[in-house]
């Protein structure tokens, strides 16, 4: 199986950050520590999140999915070969059941060589959350997993498409307790 990681550096350019429009591209790669100005017109009226409902079972629509990066002041870390770093990304999916939202772990952007940010990964394992969603796009679209790219993946996803729920019990790194996420389980439609 092929891994897009050995070849990052060949094939994640800087120019490739010129398929996006000026301000998003500013607003997608970190440029400094100071951060962007928080639009409090569109904070929530709520004092916190919505509680996570049970939706096993449930077919969804998929309302928004969003990449996060990183802020630029967050540790790099050493792949287990050693000679790339990385830091993780927020992956977010919303549904249209009452606000709820998950969030799915594995992506990743590299480091390049003027310290910004690659375009967001995802591995092609199947083998954590992020890669597991996109191995269930595959087979939805009767695809090799190697043959989706990231933008065909992520316009899938923002394009209002149905799933079914599955809750599935997850360990959470940072707290080591045991959480039940909505996972999509499968697309339909």
């Not at 990066?69 to 549904?95: A, D």
């Not at 092609?124 to 087979?139: H, P, T």
Request: hydrophobic share 30%.
């Amino acid at each position: 199986m092929a891994n897009e990681f050995e070849q990052i550096v060949e094939t994640d350019t800087k120019e490739s950050v010129n398929e996006f429009s000026e301000d998003a591209s500013k607003s997608l790669i970190s440029s400094g520590d100071s951060g962007e100005v928080y639009d409090w017109s569109k904070a929530p009226d709520g004092v916190k999140a919505p509680p996570r409902e049970d939706l096993n079972g449930k077919t969804v629509t998929i309302t928004k999915a969003e990449v996060i990066l990183p802020p630029q002041s967050r540790e790099w870390l050493p792949t287990k070969s050693g000679n790339l770093n990385y830091k993780y990304c927020t992956f977010k999916l919303h549904y249209d059941v009452k606000s709820q939202q998950e969030f799915y772990s594995g992506v990743r952007v590299f480091s390049r060589d003027d310290n910004q940010y690659s375009h967001p990964t995802i591995m092609r394992d199947g083998v954590n959350q992020a890669s597991k969603l996109l191995k269930k796009y595959a087979e939805f679209r009767k695809k090799d997993i190697n043959e989706v790219s990231l933008r065909e993946f992520l316009g899938f996803l923002n394009g209002q498409p149905k799933a079914e729920i599955k809750v599935e019990k997850v360990k959470n790194p940072t707290t080591g307790a045991e959480i039940f996420k909505n996972m999509v389980d499968k697309f339909v439609g």
